[in-house]
């Protein structure tokens, strides 16, 4: 009965998110910390401790799965705590298949964000030097930014309506 409404609530978020991160390139907390305790709330409500333990555990799977690219400085922090927030509201099997989809969504949306601002040579020069010459940060040398929540919407989108592998 309750999963529709979170589903509903998720996709809102992501919806939202993906709005603020295109016209101000940021994922506001007032946004994704709502949303996380939301998801921790509703569970536990709705599915008692063991919904409490699946809402906790896709928080931390969605923070784990990111959280690489964010130290590498491919995303942004927002991106890792939209993706927890989902996690919270509908567990770690739909962190995965969102992350898997918007994957599959992001790398034709940077490609094209890359032709348009004609920065793609410059992204595929420091690609190469990267593998060579990595950063003494250990971290991606950006040829421009993008804004990742639309790629993360289309993905909870995706795996709401029942998308779970790649060609179904």
Do not use: Q
């Not at 998720?10 to 996380?36: E, M």
């Not at 959280?67 to 919270?88: E, N, Y």
């Not at 994957?103 to 990267?130: D, I, K």
């Not at 993905?155 to 592998?165: F, P, S």
């Amino acid at each position: 009965m309750g999963e529709p409404i979170v589903t509903a609530l998720a996709l809102a978020v992501a919806a939202v998110a993906a709005l603020t991160d295109l016209r101000t390139r940021r994922i506001p907390n007032v946004l994704t910390l709502p949303a996380a305790v939301a998801g921790l709330v509703l569970s536990a409500a709705l599915g008692g401790p063991e919904g409490l333990w699946v809402s906790a555990s896709g928080w931390a799977f969605g923070c784990a799965l990111l959280l690489p690219l964010f130290l590498l400085r491919g995303l942004g922090a927002g991106d890792v705590k939209l993706v927890a927030a989902l996690g919270a509201l509908r567990g770690p099997e739909f962190v995965f298949f969102t992350c898997l989809w918007a994957g599959v969504v992001g790398g034709p949306m940077a490609l094209a964000g890359l032709l348009r601002s004609r920065r793609l040579g410059l992204a595929l020069t420091h690609l190469y030097l990267f593998k060579f010459f990595p950063h003494p940060g250990g971290s991606f040398i950006t040829a421009g930014r993008i804004p990742y929540a639309p790629a993360i919407a289309l993905g909870a989108l995706a795996t709401a309506g029942g998308a779970r592998w790649i060609g179904v």
